[in-house]
Each structure stands twice: as C-alpha cells, then as structure tokens.
C-alpha cells in the first residue's frame, strides 16, 4: 500500500516526531511504501495566493476556487504544490500527524487544506462524501493534545475529541471521499508519565499496521480533459 504521512510539528524530536518514525518504521517493516510531506521542513507556505498558481484565469479578481479550477484544467499548480497532489493522489492511506493547537490543527496544515486540497484535484461540485473524488481510499487522523482525555470526554470541558476534529474530519476527509478510521489520539502527551508514552507509541505501530492492511479501491481522479468540464464553470456558482 502507499502511504503519505503529513506531518505538521516544528520539532524533530517532539513527541509527535516520534510518532511519524514510528509509524514509517512500522509501515516499512510491514512491506509498505511511505512517504513523510513534513510540512516545517519543506517551510511549507500557509496562506493561498497568486503565486500557487503558473497560469491565471482572471487577473482583476482574485478567486482561489476560480484559479484552482483552472490550474487543475490546465496542470497549472506551482511545483510545491504539484508535488503535493502528485503524492496524495498516489497514496491508498492517508495519515495526518499534528498536535492539537487552539482546538484545530496547526496552521501550517489548515494552509496544507486550502491550498493542496485544491477545487478540481480534490473536490468539484456534486462529488462529495459517497461520491467524492477520493472515495477507495483510506484516512487516519494522528492527533497529540495537551488535555487530558477526561477533559475530552462528554461533559468534559474541551468538549467531545470527535466534536473537535469533525472538521477535519468530516468537512475534510470525509468530504473528499476518504474512508476516515477513527482518530488515534495521544492525551494529555506532555502530562503523561515516560512509560505511558512508550505504550502510546507501541499501540500507533500496531494501528498503524492494522489500518494498512484493510482493502482499498482507489479510484482514478479526474483527468485534466473532464476537469476542464466538470469544473471551470462550477466553482463560479460558490
Ligand atoms: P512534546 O512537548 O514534544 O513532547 C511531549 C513529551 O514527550 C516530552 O516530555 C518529550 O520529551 C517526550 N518525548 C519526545 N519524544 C519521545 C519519544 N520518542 N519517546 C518518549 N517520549 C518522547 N492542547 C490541547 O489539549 N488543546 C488545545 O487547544 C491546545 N492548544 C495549543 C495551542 C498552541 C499554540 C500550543 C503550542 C499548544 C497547544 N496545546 C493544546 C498543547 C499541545 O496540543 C501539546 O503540547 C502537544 O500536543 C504535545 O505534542 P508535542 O509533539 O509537541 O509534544
């Protein structure tokens, strides 16, 4: 199986670094392909602009699903941004790795959102949730948070863990088609004792494992021909 770990820490050795060696060395072990898109690393620029862009399609007004609607049509996404969807629409799993800041992912991965997940690659009108462009394919949301679990629970003051990533999780993944597993979340990491930490990366090498050995059936995205379509109109409506 290919796997594409986005990883989303500004420190090697933080906990949620150990998390991504332990999964690529679990995955690796177990006969799959992974690659790692750690986003601090390649110094992966969060807000969307012009220059995600090679081609223009207006250029008195500036309207990203517009744009990326046509960049899609016309393979006119920046290289960052083309090497991006090159691997994400190779990849039959996808694992995205982030601490839990503010109740959301880091910003870096929410730019990742906005500008990779782009209209005509990732989603165009009428194919959403069933239908959407990813559907075959496989998502697992690694998540680390400084709260303790009770704090996550019902009742607890954070609010439900599953309440907190429905974006992602829901409004992202699920949206693209993606068949979302259940997140693994690390509580309360920097609270936790050495031991229980050892036991948390023991528990991700075997989900890890376990998530990638479940069938897939990826579909063939869109071609440029039928984006230019399907979606150099559609967008306009939004
Ligand atoms: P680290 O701090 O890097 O590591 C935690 C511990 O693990 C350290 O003791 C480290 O030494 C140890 N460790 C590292 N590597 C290993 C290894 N290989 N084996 C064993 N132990 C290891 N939390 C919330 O719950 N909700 C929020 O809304 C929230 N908002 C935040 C907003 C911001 C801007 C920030 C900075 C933090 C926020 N936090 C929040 C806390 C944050 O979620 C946690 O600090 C983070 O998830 C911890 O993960 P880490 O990888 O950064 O841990």
């Known amino acids: 199986m290919h796997v594409l770990i986005v990883h989303a820490h500004p420190e090697p ?8 060696r332990a999964a ?4 690796g ?7 790692v898109s750690d986003l601090y690393a390649q110094q992966f620029a969060p807000a ?8 223009c399609a207006d250029p008195t007004r500036f309207h990203l699903q517009g744009e990326q609607a046509h960049a899609a049509s016309s393979n006119g996404f920046s290289r960052q941004l083309r090497e991006q969807q090159v691997h ?8 995205l790795q982030f601490p839990l800041w503010w109740g959301a992912p880091p910003a870096i991965l929410k730019g990742w959102f906005d500008r990779v997940l782009a209209y005509g690659f990732a989603y165009v009108d009428a194919r959403r949730f069933d239908t959407g462009l990813f559907r075959g394919r496989r998502a697992l949301i690694s998540v680390t948070t400084g709260g303790t679990r009770a704090r996550f629970c ?24 993606y068949d979302v597993e259940d997140p693994f979340v690390s509580y309360g990491i920097p609270r936790v004792d050495a031991p229980a930490r050892e036991e948390c ?9 376990e998530v990638a050995r479940k069938p897939v059936a990826p579909q063939p995205l869109l071609p440029a021909a039928a984006l230019a379509a399907v979606g150099d109109q559609a967008w306009k409506k939004s």
């Open 24 to 27: 690529v060395e679990a995955l």
């Open 88 to 95: 994400l629409a190779r990849a039959d799993l996808l694992i």
């Open 154 to 177: 019902d009742g607890g003051v954070y609010g439900e863990i599953d309440k907190v990533l429905w974006p992602v999780r829901h409004l992202t993944l699920e949206y693209m088609g």
């Open 201 to 209: 990366l023991r528990s991700w090498r075997q989900r890890v494992v």
């Open 29 to 35: 072990d177990d006969g799959h392909d992974v690659v």
């Open 48 to 55: 969307a602009g012009r220059d995600d862009f090679l081609s």
């Open 13 to 20: 050795e933080s906990f949620n670094g150990a998390l991504t």
